[in-house]
């Protein structure tokens, strides 16, 4: 077994020092200034000019405007999942701006005055289904009963643990006791044989330390195993999640889309009565993705 890294770290962004060329426009209002004063310079502009309205974040390294997209992954990180999406509108109408922790607090009192639904969770809800349906193309996720999955994985040799990566040849694999985790993973073929490899995701890495690290498997270093780029029908898979890992649900499809990843399967399980239930996920032999919900 092999335990997956992060090595995925943010870097801020350096402006140079030096003073900018002044705009013509800018050059303009300058002039005015000379010619008028201030006070009469500002209200005109005021009143050509419309406001765009933003959110905000002050943090150590500067200030940053904030998408709708942008505020609701950070409202979810604050634990705001409930939150009516409607405030993410008053907060930009309002042009709010603070650190995470204030422009929380914001949202909350926001929250009294705004429509209770739909909320930030289910905007994601929304979010995941439609990279779903991009991500998806014509492959298939079985899902079958809990009686059947059991089996199947009681039948697979490889069971891989949380935060863990495995991978087989000419056989199946498996993992369960997946909550909010997502099994992701390859499925290819070299002539006739089978390669798969699967982690059992826990949303802590990013998605493009997540696949490095899978695609580490294939890169000819063990003996009989081929490149990445050796063989034929690779395809991705990722099954399994609930209600509270949505944000990283769709970070995750983002990042397969983005990349151009053909998928054997996507299904991230959603259902607000699964939201507690475990998750088993089996690739079988030969490639066939299979999902199961454990019993209340």
Not at 36 to 44: F, I, P, Q, T
Not at 90 to 104: F, K, P, R, T, V
Request: glycine share 6%; aromatic share 6%; charged share 25%.
């Amino acid at each position: 077994m092999r335990a997956y890294r992060d090595d995925h770290h943010a870097q801020s962004v350096k402006q140079r020092p030096g003073r900018a060329a002044v705009p013509s426009a800018a050059a303009g209002i300058l002039a005015l200034q000379r010619m008028v004063g201030n006070a009469e310079v500002a209200r005109s502009i005021t009143r050509a000019i419309p406001v765009q309205r933003a959110v905000t974040l002050q943090s150590d390294d500067g200030a940053s405007v904030l998408t709708d997209r942008d505020v609701c992954d950070l409202l979810v990180e604050e634990g705001g999942s409930a939150i009516p999406f409607a405030v993410v509108g008053l907060m930009s109408q309002e042009n709010a701006i603070g650190d995470s922790h204030a422009l929380y607090a914001r949202a909350q009192q926001l929250a009294a005055t705004a429509e209770p639904e739909p909320t930030i969770e289910d905007y994601f809800a929304s979010v995941v289904q439609q990279r779903s349906a991009q991500a998806s193309t014509q492959a298939a996720v079985w899902e079958v009963e809990y009686d059947q999955i059991a089996r199947l994985l009681a039948d697979t040799r490889v069971n891989v643990d949380q935060d863990d990566l495995e991978h087989v040849q000419d056989e199946g694999i498996a993992t369960s006791g997946l909550a909010t985790c997502v099994a992701v993973g390859l499925t290819a073929r070299r002539g006739p044989t089978r390669y798969s490899a699967l982690a059992h995701w826990s949303t802590i890495t990013s998605p493009r330390s997540l696949f490095r690290t899978i695609e580490d498997s294939f890169t000819g270093d063990q003996d009989d195993w081929p490149r990445l780029n050796q063989m034929d029908s690779v395809k991705y898979f990722a099954v399994g999640g609930s209600r509270d890992s949505m944000k990283e649900q769709a970070e995750l499809l983002e990042y397969m889309i983005r990349t151009g990843r053909t998928t054997a399967g996507v299904k991230m399980v959603n259902d607000e009565h699964l939201r507690d239930r475990g998750k088993i996920v089996v690739i079988d032999n030969a490639g066939h993705i299979f999902y199961g919900v454990t019993p209340d």
